[in-house]
T-cell receptor
Framework: EPEVTQTPSHQVTQMGQEVILRCVPISNHLYFYWYRQILGQKVEFLVSFYNNEISEKSEIFDDQFSVERPDGSNFTLKIRSTKLEDSAMYFC??????????????FGSGTRLTVV | AQRVTQPEKLLSVFKGAPVELKCNYSYSGSPELFWYVQYSRQRLQLLLRHISRESIKGFTADLNKGETSFHLKKPFAQEEDSAMYYCALRSGSSASKIIFGSGTRLSIRP
């Protein structure tokens, strides 16, 4: 069964440093997402991406965050200057279609980001 | 505003007992509802979609628009059902974003 792949599985970074989290979505999927889950809290939407542009973003996704699909296969999330409160599990997801047909997402296994 | 509420953080039942994980939602239109499951140290996996009316691993969920609920049920719990369960909502056609409830940890006692 096709999988969404995320790398690295765990990243430790110093406060103020830039991090890039990488994701390889399922090849025929068109919609891509990033979510995060702070320890003990709910899974929160960050951003959705379609046709090489952001289609929706949450208030969490401020100017410190950016996404891109540089080569048609990878989908990256960049945090420019990390803060302690960015420590969380970050999940990438992709879907074949959007709403209307009950299509869910396929999630990656996540990257645990620890900011020290 | 869209919201998904899972009132129970933890639900503990004995093996063989019935299970019901509660989910209520807030949305004025016609939503799409999902249940996702996360087993220990594994990724989030889609368990059920309301639109398909299927039974997966013995679990079912019925969308009740009158009560704005989408409770997850299983008549006889098994130990391998122990996991974190998330109810999720998408606001309907052409929408992309899915929002999640806070999750319920289901623990099955032998």
């Amino acid at each position: 069964e096709p999988e969404v792949t995320q790398t690295p599985s765990h990243q430790v970074t110093q406060m103020g440093q830039e991090v890039i989290l990488r994701c390889v979505p399922i090849s025929n999927h068109l919609y891509f997402y990033w979510y995060r889950q702070i320890l003990g809290q709910k899974v929160e939407f960050l951003v959705s991406f379609y046709n090489n542009e952001i289609s929706e973003k949450s208030e969490i996704f401020d100017d410190q965050f950016s996404v891109e699909r540089p080569d048609g296969s990878n989908f990256t999330l960049k945090i420019r200057s990390t803060k302690l409160e960015d420590s969380a599990m970050y999940f990438c997801a992709s879907s074949e279609r959007t709403g209307g047909g009950g299509y869910g997402y396929t999630f990656g296994s996540g990257t645990r980001l620890t900011v020290v | 505003a869209q919201r998904v509420t899972q009132p129970e953080k933890l639900l503990s039942v004995f093996k063989g007992a019935p299970v019901e994980l509660k989910c209520n939602y807030s949305y004025s239109g016609s939503p799409e509802l999902f249940w996702y499951v996360q087993y220990s140290r594994q990724r989030l996996q889609l368990l059920l979609r309301h639109i398909s009316r299927e039974s997966i691993k013995g679990f079912t969920a019925d969308l009740n628009k009158g009560e704005t609920s989408f409770h997850l049920k299983k008549p006889f719990a098994q130990e391998e059902d122990s996991a974190m369960y998330y109810c999720a909502l998408r606001s309907g056609s052409s929408a992309s974003k899915i929002i999640f409830g806070s999750g319920t940890r289901l623990s099955i006692r032998p």
